[in-house]
């Protein structure tokens, strides 16, 4: 594309970017940003294309989870084990019962960056600028705090590689027992009318585990490296320009901050500067599809995204993300599968359960209900099913911690219990117990539609 660059966005208008007071400083910081080296690689980027890709097809399955939000505090070996945990954990679950093979990928390493309804918060009579994310600045209420300071755009890119370097060293080094129902912490699951139903399906996969053992000879974790790729939303142009790059032996540019971008809902205008700086990397990039889109405008939104970021039809290329909720999600779906279906382009649907249905309790706390996020995903499969579609994935906002942030789920949490464990700075999470009860629900609504054998 030679009217591409990484900078032709600065052209076009951009939502949701921080206000920096010292444009210099901005120039310096991204200007050492774009010296540093890459945090993934382009081999790695298309290896991830390539199985989105058979997920389209409904050869695999996408899991997608992690933070709202990443935190410069929680840049740490416990918490990031504990996501990974979660997330090997609910990847085996959804391999049982979709009989497929399950792509893993993290919110993380990169997920500092959050857009913001307003740019300001007031307090009393206070204002201050609001909380972008660590990336950005910081969450104490105070006008030096709340400042945004484009050196920060460095500690993330520092945050990212110290976690990414974990990840890696802990995925060869193979850092978790995966056959053992002991590691599974699954007394949650007592409180559950489906108790023993998960127990099966937990020792169901420890004793498919141990057979191949067997037969092969070869410790299970000795048989493959376990892949997990990075994404984040790609909200900061200036920080995901400064990590684009070109690459030998390979044509166009690719973004090297993380494997899988996307662009939020807020952001998703077609004539605006996130779609531009999208239309020319080569990752593997989603897209998030809500309720502001009426049914009547998309056909034309869609006709014209796809001339801006699908125009080649690339299998892999482009994953569209529906967030309706739970009481949306029949009005809105297959509108938009058809929509894409008119289009003639091939793309992956993954259901983000998690966005559309935020609610506030009589106490003003964010939360989310566990029976509303798991009624959005079952109503997703049955609507792609009706539809002669299929949903190829699913995208949750969760971490492996114990935190009290949504409600619901087998141990029944409340309203009241959210104070006994909130951290989120910005949106709830499910945790690891909901986390990994979610995934057994899902194994069991998908496993009948692969047969029983």
């Not at 058809?338 to 983000?352: I, Y």
Request: charged fraction near 25%; hydrophobic fraction near 35%.
């Amino acid at each position: 594309m030679t009217d591409w660059t990484s900078d032709s966005w600065r052209a076009k208008t951009a939502r949701h970017q921080p206000i920096y007071p010292d444009s210099t400083a901005l120039t310096e910081a991204t200007s050492e940003l774009a010296a540093m080296p890459p945090l993934v690689t382009s081999w790695e980027i298309e290896s991830l294309k390539k199985q989105l890709a058979e997920a389209a097809q409904g050869d695999r399955f996408l899991l997608q989870g992690g933070d709202c939000a990443e935190s410069f505090g929680e840049c740490t070996s416990a918490v990031i084990i504990n996501k990974l945990k979660i997330l090997l954990q609910m990847s085996l679950v959804l391999v049982h019962g979709t009989h497929k093979r399950v792509i893993r990928v993290g919110r993380f390493a990169g997920q500092y960056a959050k857009p913001r309804s307003e740019s300001t918060e007031t307090r009393g009579d206070q204002t201050c600028t609001s909380y972008y994310g660590d990336i950005v600045n910081r969450p104490a209420f105070e006008t030096k705090a709340r400042t945004p300071d484009p050196w920060r755009l460095l500690r993330g890119y520092e945050r990212s590689a110290l976690t990414l370097n974990f990840i890696r060293s802990l995925i060869d080094g193979g850092f978790a027992d995966l056959h053992h129902p002991e590691y599974w912490q699954l007394d949650f699951v007592e409180h559950s009318p489906k108790a023993s139903e998960f127990h099966d399906i937990v020792e169901s996969i420890g004793a498919s585990l141990r057979f191949m053992e067997t037969l092969s000879g070869i410790s299970a974790a000795d048989i493959s490296r376990v892949d997990f790729y990075t994404s984040h939303e790609a909200l900061l142009l200036p920080y995901e320009a400064a990590l684009t790059r070109s690459v030998p032996r390979r044509p166009g540019a690719y973004n090297l901050s993380t494997h899988f971008p996307w662009i939020g809902m807020r952001t998703a205008a077609t004539d605006e500067a996130h779609v531009e700086f999208f239309r020319g990397i080569r990752n593997p990039i989603g897209v998030k599809i809500g309720p502001a889109l009426e049914p009547k405008d998309m056909g034309d939104f869609l006709e014209r995204l796809m001339d801006k970021l699908h125009p080649d039809n690339e299998p892999g290329r482009l994953t569209l993300i529906h967030r309706y909720g739970a009481s949306k999600v029949a009005d809105y779906l297959p509108a938009l599968i058809e929509a894409v279906r008119a289009t003639g382009k091939s793309v992956l649907f993954v259901c983000d359960p998690m966005h559309g249905n935020t609610r506030k309790t009589e106490a003003n706390i964010k939360t989310r209900s566990f029976e509303d996020i798991l009624s959005e995903v079952e109503q997703a499969i049955d609507i792609h099913a009706a539809c002669n579609s299929h949903l190829g994935g699913v995208h949750f906002e969760l971490t492996g911690e114990n935190v009290t942030e949504c409600t619901g789920g087998a141990r029944g949490l409340t309203d009241e219990d959210l104070k006994d464990g909130y951290k989120s700075l910005v949106d709830p999470r499910l945790n690891y117990e909901q986390s990994l009860e979610m995934a057994l629900s899902i194994a069991r609504r998908l496993a009948p539609a692969r047969g029983s054998s």
